[in-house]
């Protein structure tokens, strides 16, 4: 914490020369960016679109235009670490592996097609079982309850019993997963401390050492499960090595957990606010995935994406040399009035643009569908069961991150 305090006041007083030089300034340790980002993200898109950061050594693009074009364009922004340059940089470091995440075609496009195996019409199906039965028991033990905290109790266990689901893995897994998941997940943060790094590592390795051994005892196994599926590939030399699975399966149930826990816990918060929107969707159920769209454009659980430009780019009047650092700030895009009329009111019913929460391009989000249908059962099972659902005291916390946006807590006064 103390190590982090100092380069937070560091931090502070960069942002003071930058914001004097360009008239904005984005700075991710800054407790009210945090907890509340999208004034400054409009600052930001008003006056330094193209923003270079004196603080993270990169450049921060904010428009929807420009994050859109540049998440689509891996000829000229990279995935991957290793065309990263010379300069300083606060983007996150490279992981241990190269998983799906941090590789560029044609590399990305073998390992997305068997990735894309263990994501079937039918295997989803197959989850939707799984996903309508926890939903309805968790909202069950909800209405039984005054008081519940959303993500502890409903998010969380939730978002867990689908991916264990998915990987053909036992519900008892669930607290060991929880751990690591949390560690390995700040290896992506701009203020991980070096003690996170290395627990994140850590992390990682029992990771890989957890997927191998099913791997290798999976090959023969005729099960639909995303182990199974991708061991048996493994095995027959199609497409992707045990290394390779074993990394993907990582980078998938981590994405997963992490970020359907947090649409539906900020899902929640924003009907809470918005208790017109929350009876609109009461009365028209129908709107459901429509509704977690707008969810996901509203506040986003994950709010940057990371590239690096493999060569020099003229963007709005500034040059983004060969190897830069880009930020594509997704959550400042998705509120982007050029592309979003009324883009800081909650609309169920909004039409327009893709949001650009779930990414664009060869590197758009493989598990979209799933979250989708996950956040739709446990709203429409929530809104049918719970007549009262309201915030039970204090203004909600957001965790201390820069990349996911998620809540810590969301305390609900709830009744059947």
Known sequence: MKGRRWRSLGARAV???????????????SPSVIQSPYETYSRLRRRSPVHRSAILGSWVLTRYEDVFAAARDHERFSNDPRWRGATRSVLPPAPDDYSILLVDPPEHRRLRRCAARAFTRERLQALNETIAHTAVELIGRAAR???????????????????????????SEHRRWEAWSRRRARLL???????????????????RRYFTALLRRRTQSDEDDAISTLARLAAAGEGISIPEAADMLSVLMIAGNETTTHLIGNGMLALVRNPEQMERLREEPERVRAATDEMLRFDSPVQTDFRIAKADVVLRGRTIRSGDGVILLTGSANRDGAAFQNPDTFDIARTGPRHTSFGHGVHQCIGAELARMEASAIFTEALRRLGTIKLAAGAPRYRISTVIRGLAALPLQVAA
Do not use: F, K, Q
């Not at 003071?16 to 340790?29: D, F, Q």
């Not at 309850?145 to 036992?170: F, S």
């Open 15 to 29: 942002s003071i020369g930058e914001r004097a030089r360009s008239g904005a300034t984005y700075n991710p340790l």
């Open 145 to 171: 309850r005054r008081t519940i905290d959303w993500i502890a109790e409903v998010a969380e266990p939730l978002a867990m019993r689908v991916m264990l689901a998915m990987m053909g893995l036992p519900e």
């Open 189 to 207: 943060e701009m203020i991980a401390t070096r003690r996170e790094r290395r627990a994140a590592h850590v992390a990682g390795s029992e990771i």
